[in-house]
């Protein structure tokens, strides 16, 4: 398993409006973060307008996190991420899943059908493959697929430049690590042309309320159960946490919520381009 060089990503979706937006977008640039991540949730604003304005305010990578698959019919998905990877000069990256159990009643409100998960296992895969299409020969936008059971990291083996296990907050090391090796069985020769990425919830001894809601345990929970979706909270610990995950598991690309992306920022120093 070769090791990849370290990038980091900052998970945020645009609040409080435009300004504040762009505010956000500079100083993740500042920071000297890779990556943009906005999600994909109704209740919030949608992300390809925000991503194309993030795109348009500083230099920054941007991508989906993510695309969830029953929300849109593949082609409209496709044709979208198509249309931010050439605007953005290729700084787009496409994240997509299956979609979050819980959607089933959003998607309800909204008359669209959540989907079998073969459906929408098909859906995610039927837009990676249009999404190809679109871009042709001349362009390659990369692909984050969101990989929870077998079926969804075969597909992933297959198609995606970028991989996150989709897990709960408590799926303890030793479980994703088996994820990991599975997914790189499944892909053989192309094993190492697959980067991983890891969603962190929180950095630190504590969790804000907001982080507490979000992922429905606490701190002390989470390190007790060997969660990845915390970090320690001191510049040291987490650089050789993070060295211990790329060495075991192969995780190289680290993408933090917002709220935390001022205390990884001297992890982030030490460790990008190593």
Known sequence: MASRAFRFGVIAAPVGGGQQWQATVRRVAELG???????DVVRLLA???????????????????????????PAITAWEAHTIAVL??????????????????????????FGSAAERLARMSSTIDLLRELDGADRHTPVL?????????????????IVTFAVGPLTPRDEVASMAADLR????????????VINVAAVGDDLPPSVERMTGTDAATLRTSDSLSLLPGHTTAIVD??????????????AVNVDFMEVLAPALERLSGR
Not at 186 to 192: I, L, V
């Open 33 to 39: 973060y890779s990556t943009l991540l906005v999600p």
């Open 47 to 73: 992300p390809g307008p925000a991503l194309a304005a993030a795109a348009s305010t500083a230099d920054v990578r941007v991508g989906t996190w993510v695309y969830a698959a029953p929300l849109r019919a």
């Open 88 to 113: 953005t000069d290729g700084r787009f990256e496409m994240g997509i899943g299956t979609g979050r159990p819980a959607m089933n009643a959003e998607l309800a409100q909204l008359g669209l059908p």
């Open 185 to 196: 069985a499944r892909a053989a020769g192309r094993a190492d042309d697959i980067e991983l």
């Open 241 to 254: 946490e993070l060295q211990r995950r790329r060495d075991e598991i192969g995780v190289s690309y680290v």
């Open 145 to 161: 697929v969101a990989a929870g059971g077998p079926k969804a990291r075969a597909v992933a083996a297959e198609k995606a430049d």
